[in-house]
């Protein structure tokens, strides 16, 4: 029976149905096919990570992500779709997307939130960088701990890679230890410096408290703009290293590094003497060991984790001298220790309690060199400490954290004589023509500080529904200070003539012992009224902040922070509690490739206890150091002491006084602007853009309460100098006669100055292979300021401001001090790479090329015999002008207005890690910095602000005397024995 038999024979009724039935079921598997629509994305961490193997689930289908956080789901068309996206250790988060139409496809970006599990195993787990930020709008840069231990590093100086981080530059410091790391252009006193996010700031002036050996680093975070509320105190920058945990297998490293100096270093001619052209080289003759080893573990390896370091660097420079008068050259000898140790124990798996300790040591002993002798060299000693109590704890089944933390801090530095003792005097020997022969006896200089810090630290964080969560907390650090000596020699210090009586007996250099009782005196000067200096600084902080993700794309991050630094209530200042800081931020994850971020926030400064030591121990009944010259200059050995000074000489001699913030004071404060874009291409390149603009206001100087009415004008060019203490030729100009009231210059901290940052980051990042990896940026940027320093003075009056109108009396100003920043660069551009060859070789290099840095030109003459200054003015002289050298500037001459040349250096290594099994784990390398052998002018970190090449003499167009350069080339060698999977680090 055939088909046309059948449906004869069917009803007739049914014959339309069965056809209608045929009709919808042929083309059933093509329509189907028509009517659907794919779902793309991609599914990153919030610090931007991909994350492999989530679970995303729409309209019953799912899909696993791949390594690179990929996942693809077929939907039908032209119904809405949930998307559901489940990753263990991640809180779940639905995506609503809308009815698509058939045939097309929908990208979607999903970023996930940790969940806060903070079990052992997860605490000490490794942090990576990824190509992509999704999670904040944080500008600045890491340094991870493959680079850490790749990229060539001189002594093995961590802190030198960040001058890598777009924002960061290599600091003009105002002393021998001033930080060396500039944020914004700004000045390096006011960066803060976190261990584990806690206090590693040495408080008295700033900088770290303690320097951590490179095998405890587990990587270095540089937070330049829009950070997290919870981080503060800086209107500037932060640097938060992260310390290493211990690891489940044993893992460690020795090591052995040699800098040979001499027989290898690059070198230049060198001219003594009168030549203005002389490049003071300080690398010959330098040597350098150093040694040490790291080692981490577990004790059980799923809750006891430890982790070590430890490392011992001695160095010896030779000095240089600078004049022809110099007698020999002397030797520094730098010994440093560093030592670290961690201990991570979970009590159970929302529980893990961690015991951090860090410490180290410096110690700079002189030698002496050109006219200063051994015996009257010094020692510079630093000495920190922190140890650290953190417990963390999981709440809400991982929805909700708190991390409360303890940590106590120590710190001491102070100046020991080298080889002396300050029982006998300093002695300063001079030749007929007035030129120093020698300097003999002891140290000039006391200064020992010492400061004992406690910081209490709470943050919880919680989840608020599926959307937001909020993070509060707070801190308290109190430190108290101690300094028990600063000033001059306690036995005074004298200035005699060589009438031909000096002579050193055969053999040695000229000694205190060789200086005759009766040698003719030229002047003795005495700290009539030592002080010690006992207070204390205190800083509060609290804060709130909300991350809301509207859509699984997008992150806005609000929040409020509030600073309080008690020495705003000092003195005669009232107590700064108005520093609420606003800060507001987003993250728009566009696709699965790109990211738009930004923000605008407020960010305010703590203030270096010293601006309140200063002011106390310099203050009306203070320091008084006196000049006994002349006539009343007592016979050699026979100079007053303290005790025997009668208080109406201490009030006689007009001289510099402090008054305790006078004009009240404020901390820094910083508004913080930032907008950038990010791309990444593929799996290996990733670019990014980001325009800041930075204003800051309430930055310290020094204000003058008894000031020159006098202004410079156009025929002041020559040197006006004071007859004797009693008598400059200024004086007539001040408001207060200083022949009656026995003071010349009354000096306050002010926090009445300015600055300014605008910038272009440009940056790009490579990781083609898990084996290379580079990192590119540019920088264009102008830094400005009125004031540099705490010590920072005007060259007339109180005249900082573009307004051109003193600061204390309001009277017209023929100058400001307005000008590019000294820590200002216009272009910079850094590469970073490291290569790993599967072959056992490591390559890794570092560029830098940037634009010269500010000149400042100072009223003042240079000859054969060196330079001078000119005292426009006839103000007298200020203390701050021995730290920052802001002295005189002729008229119309503006300050910072010229340049150095622009410079560019590269510095390479290269490591081999031999691959027979009986020398496995055995690494040998080689380092050289500044390759090409530049001379970097003024690119480096110095002890004077605007010392060196910086400081200039004349007007704009005159000569331009180059002294110093950064070290020429150099070499360093190392080997490394490496035991465990791939070494401790």
């Known amino acids: 029976m055939n088909g046309l038999s059948v449906v004869a024979r069917m009803r007739p009724w049914l014959v339309p149905v069965l056809y209608f039935a045929a009709v919808m079921i042929a083309p059933r598997t093509a329509w189907g096919q028509a009517s659907t629509a794919t779902i793309e994305g991609t599914v990153r961490s919030q610090p931007g990570a991909p994350v492999a193997g989530a679970e995303a689930t729409g309209q019953g289908v799912r899909a696993v992500t791949d390594a690179e956080g990929r996942f693809r789901l077929v939907v039908v068309g032209g119904s809405p779709v949930e998307l559901t996206v489940i990753a263990r250790g991640y809180s779940p988060t639905r995506v609503s997307v809308g009815p698509l139409v058939a045939g097309s496809v929908k990208s979607v970006s999903v970023v996930l939130s940790s969940l806060a599990t903070l079990d052992a195993v997860s605490v000490v787990a490794p942090r990576v960088r990824p190509l992509l930020n999704t999670a904040n709008a944080v500008t600045g840069g890491s340094i991870e701990a493959r680079e850490l231990t790749s990229l060539p590093t001189d002594a093995r100086d961590p802190i030198a890679l960040l001058y890598n981080i777009p924002g960061i530059t290599q600091a003009t410091g105002f002393f021998g230890d001033a930080p060396r790391l500039s944020f914004n252009g700004g000045n390096s006193l006011y960066s803060q410096n976190l261990l584990d996010g806690l206090d590693n700031n040495e408080g008295f002036l700033g900088g770290p408290r303690v320097e951590v050996p490179l095998g405890a680093i587990a990587r270095i975070d540089a937070l330049v ?49 009168a030549e203005p052209n002389a490049l003071a080289r300080k690398q010959e003759g330098f040597q350098r060991v150093q040694a040490g080893g790291s080692l981490r573990g577990a004790i059980n390896p799923t809750r006891t984790f430890f ?60 030698d002496g060199s050109g006219v200063l002798t051994p015996e009257a060299d010094i020692t510079t000693r630093r000495i920190g400490s922190l140890s650290a109590l953190i417990h963390r704890s999981a709440l809400r089944d991982g929805r909700a954290s708190n991390t409360a933390s303890v940590q106590f801090g120590t710190f001491r530095w102070y100046f020991p004589p080298a080889r002396s ?30 400061e004992r810090q406690w910081q209490l630290r709470d943050v919880f964080e919680t989840e608020l529904g599926e959307r937001h969560t909020l993070r509060l907390g707070g801190d308290v650090i109190a430190g108290a200070f101690r300094l028990a000596a600063a000033s001059t020699n306690p036995n005074g210090s004298y200035v005699v003539f060589n009438d031909g009586n000096i002579s050193p007996k ?86 699965g490739s790109d990211v738009i971020r930004g923000g605008v926030g407020r960010y305010a400064g703590k203030l270096p206890y010293a601006i309140y030591s200063d002011a106390i121990q310099l203050g009306e009944t203070g320091n008084a150091v006196l000049t006994f010259s002349g006539a009343s200059a007592p016979a050699f050995g026979a100079g007053p002491l303290p005790a025997n000074i009668p208080n109406a000489n201490v009030q006689s001699v007009p001289r510099e006084i402090f008054r305790t913030f006078a004009l009240g004071l404020e901390q820094p404060m910083s508004w913080q602007t930032t907008l950038g874009y990010q791309r990444q291409f593929g799996r290996a390149w990733a670019v990014s853009a980001d325009l800041v603009w930075s204003e800051t206001q309430n930055l310290p100087w020094t204000a003058d309460l008894n000031p020159l009415a006098r202004r410079l004008t156009a025929a002041d060019s020559v040197p006006r100098t004071c007859a004797s203490a009693f008598s400059c030729p ?57 004031t540099e320093d705490i010590n920072f003075s005007a060259t007339q009056g109180n005249c900082f401001d573009t307004d051109r109108v003193d600061a204390v009396t309001g009277a017209a100003c023929t100058s400001d001090e307005w000008a590019d920043a000294n820590n200002d ?67 119309g001459v503006a300050r910072n207005a010229e340049r150095l ?44 602000g605007g010392g060196g090449s910086r400081t200039q003499f004349g007007r704009p167009g005159d000569p331009v005397y180059l002294f110093s350069a950064a070290p020429p080339r150099q070499f360093q060698f190392s080997a490394r024995y490496l035991f465990g999977e791939r070494g401790a680090l």
């Open 225 to 273: 703009n829009t950070y997290s509320t919870q981080i503060g105190r800086s209107p500037d920058g932060i640097v938060d290293i992260a310390s290493a945990a211990g690891r489940a297998t044993l893992a460690g490293d020795l090591f052995l590094y040699q800098r040979p100096g001499r027989p290898l270093d690059a070198r230049v001619p060198v001219t003594f003497g």
């Open 307 to 366: 982790a070590t370091a430890a490392e011992y660097t001695r160095e010896q420079e030779d000095r240089i001298g600078s004049t022809a008068q110099a007698q020999f050259l002397g030797t520094e000898t730098r010994q440093t220790w560093k030592g670290y140790g961690r201990l991570d124990h979970g009590w159970s798996p929302t529980q893990t309690t961690t015991l951090r300790l860090a410490a180290s040591a410096v110690d700079r002993a002189g």
């Open 421 to 450: 003792d300050f029982s006998r005097p300093q002695v300063t020997v001079l030749a007929p023509d007035l030129s120093t022969q020698a300097i003999v006896g002891s140290s000039n200089f006391v200064f020992d500080e010492t």
């Open 506 to 591: 055969a053999g040695r250099p000229l000694s205190i012992s060789d200086i005759p009782a009766n040698a003719r005196v030229q002047s003795y000067t005495i700290d009539a009224r030592p002080q010690q200096v006992n207070l204390s600084q205190a800083l509060y902080s609290a804060f709130v902040e909300d991350t809301w993700r509207p859509t699984p794309s997008l992150t806005v991050v609000g929040g409020l922070r509030w600073d309080y630094d008690d020495l705003t209530s000092r003195g005669e200042s009232d107590p700064d509690l108005d520093n609420v800081q606003p800060r507001v931020s987003f993250n728009w994850s566009r696709t």
């Open 730 to 786: 200024g004086d007539a100009s001040r408001p207060d006669n200083p022949a009656t009231s026995g003071y010349r210059r009354v000096s306050t901290a002010q926090s009445g100055g300015s600055a300014r940052y605008v910038a272009v980051y440009v940056a790009a990042r490579r990781a083609l292979t898990e084996h290379w990896q580079l990192d590119a940026n540019w920088v264009w940027s102008r830094a400005q300021n009125s």
């Open 825 to 891: 660069r216009r272009h910079r551009v850094t590469v970073r790479t490291v290569y790993e060859s599967p072959r056992g070789f490591t390559l890794s290099m570092i560029g830098d090329a940037q634009t010269g840095v500010p000149l400042n030109r100072l009223a003042g003459a240079v000859s054969g015999n060196g330079v001078a200054r000119y005292d426009l003015l006839g103000s007298g002289p200020i203390r701050g002008n021995g730290f920052i050298g802001n002295a005189d500037r002729f008229f």
């Open 901 to 944: 040349p622009g410079f560019v250096t590269i510095g390479a290594s290269a490591a081999y890690r031999p691959r027979l099994k009986a020398i496995r784990g055995v690494e040998l390398r080689a380092d050289v910095f500044n390759l090409l052998n530049t001379l970097a002018w003024g690119g480096y970190a110095n002890g004077i």
